[in-house]
């Protein structure tokens, strides 16, 4: 026998693997086990603060999402209202922006227990509000939720665990899909928004489906105009006097019955310039418009 003592139960005579006495927990202070094998809570037998952070909200951004492989996004309908909403398993409740919960225009209650939520950023955001009887619409089915109120990233709704769980959702990774269970127990398959860096393109026949399956529709009527040259028939103060705006004009204007002249100077003369040679150009220019002239009968 070794004369050391037995760090288990403290006496002499003894080693430890021969130790025949109770073994006592050197966290709690019982018997019949070891620290290491230990459940009991210390925080709660402490009294430590309540409020401790309880809950997770990693959010991100609407891009970051598309490239994440365990959240699927998409545009779903929150009490009929369009909503950006994130599918989000490493949230450990369900969340309701500060902004989009303006919009919903239903009365909010303190929750029953005040938490923290540790964001991705490893801040903490103390939650104490919270919005119950939404319904969030997938498919043509509602179900029901209830959102906690703190201020969120580029989403509206975070659906955690708690509703998750509560529908039996599970997330495809590799699909992006979100299959979950009905409040009547029937099976629907929800699909997140897609990272592609073209525009998707279907056919009617594969709309239609989906339309018929409940999905969202937009029509956007998209329109060309070219406005042309207007014409002088266009203008209807100018079809009142057609005298006035002839297509060409038939001659010289009539005489006036009283000569009328504005004189900015009184008592000023023409400028006296002397003559000076036209370029070839401007010479070929100045003889078409005389020549025009001539033809019509005005010099």
């Known amino acids: 026998m070794g004369s050391g003592l037995c760090y288990k139960c403290g006496k002499s005579g003894h080693r430890a693997f021969e130790c025949k006495g109770t073994v006592k927990c050197n966290r709690c202070g019982k018997q019949g086990h070891m620290s290491k094998d230990c459940r009991v809570n210390l925080g709660d037998n402490k009294g430590e603060d309540k409020s401790k952070a309880t809950a997770r909200a990693f959010t991100m951004t609407r891009k970051e999402a598309r490239k994440e492989p365990e959240v699927v996004s998409g545009t779903f309908l929150i009490n009929n209202i369009c909503a950006s909403v994130l599918f989000d398993s490493g949230a450990s409740r369900s969340f309701v922006s500060a902004l989009f919960y303006s919009a919903l225009k239903v009365p909010s209650r303190k929750v029953e227990r005040s938490f923290d939520v540790e964001t991705a950023e490893g801040k903490l955001i103390r939650v104490d509000q919270m919005v119950g009887g939404c319904t969030i619409t997938l498919l043509g089915r509602s179900f029901p939720t209830d959102l906690r109120i703190m201020t969120l990233g580029s989403f509206d709704v975070i659906l955690g665990m708690d509703w998750l769980s509560k529908f039996d959702a599970n997330i495809g990774c590799r699909e992006r899909v979100v299959r979950l269970k009905a409040p009547d127990g029937s099976p629907v398959t929800v699909y997140g928004d897609q990272e592609s860096k073209i525009p998707r393109v279907i056919s009617m026949m594969k709309a239609s489906r989906l339309i018929q399956q409940g999905c969202n529709s937009f029509l956007a009527h998209v329109k060309n105009v070219e406005e042309g040259l207007r014409q002088l028939e266009d203008v209807r103060i100018v079809c ?60």
Do not use: H
């Open 240 to 299: 009142n006097f057609p005298d006035v705006f002839p297509e060409d004009l038939p001659g010289t204007p009539p005489d006036r019955e009283i000569e009328f002249q504005i004189d900015l100077v009184p008592g000023a003369q023409p400028v006296a310039k002397a003559p000076y040679r036209l370029a070839p150009s401007e010479m070929k220019e100045l003889m078409t418009q005389l020549k025009e002239l001539l033809d019509k009968g005005f010099i």
